[in-house]
């Protein structure tokens, strides 16, 4: 699968950002997927997931109640709604694959952790940027 992620920008704190993603390929649909972000000198996480059938979805708690994730396997997108944003957002941000089982054990537990799997190759990315 190759991923392409678009909708980031320059934004005040406070203001609002609605990231997609657009897929290829003919496996979308069966991957758990994740948004993940890096910020300068700091090692990429991951903030959102969504399992493949789009039912269950998990947040780390930076974003929980601001950030929203949702996919349509039907278009091969995801996207994520993120409100309320803070500076410490400031990232840039990629979609990627997670794992189904890993991603089940998180809404369970109510947190995220990263997990290196079998990563689609990495986009460019989209960069956000929060000024406060």
């Known amino acids: 699968v190759q991923l392409v992620e678009s909708g980031g920008g320059l934004v005040q704190a406070g203001g609002s950002l609605r990231l997609s993603c657009a897929a290829s390929g003919n496996t979308f649909s069966y991957n758990a997927m994740g948004w993940y972000r890096q910020a300068p000198g700091k090692q990429r996480e991951l903030v959102a997931a969504?399992?493949?059938?789009?039912?269950?979805?998990v947040y780390a708690d930076s974003v929980k109640g601001r950030f929203t994730i949702s996919r349509d396997n039907a278009k091969k997108t995801m996207s994520q709604q993120m409100n309320r944003l803070k500076p410490e957002d400031t990232a840039v941000y990629y979609c990627?694959?997670?794992?189904?089982?890993?991603?089940?054990?998180?809404?369970?537990?109510?947190?995220?952790?990263?997990?290196?799997?079998?990563?689609?190759?990495w986009g460019q990315g989209t960069q956000v940027t929060v000024s406060s």
């Open positions: 990627n694959i997670a794992d189904e089982a890993s991603v089940e054990t998180m809404v369970m537990r109510g947190e995220v952790f990263f997990e290196s799997v079998d990563f689609a190759s």
């Open positions: 969504i399992t493949s059938g789009g039912g269950s979805t």
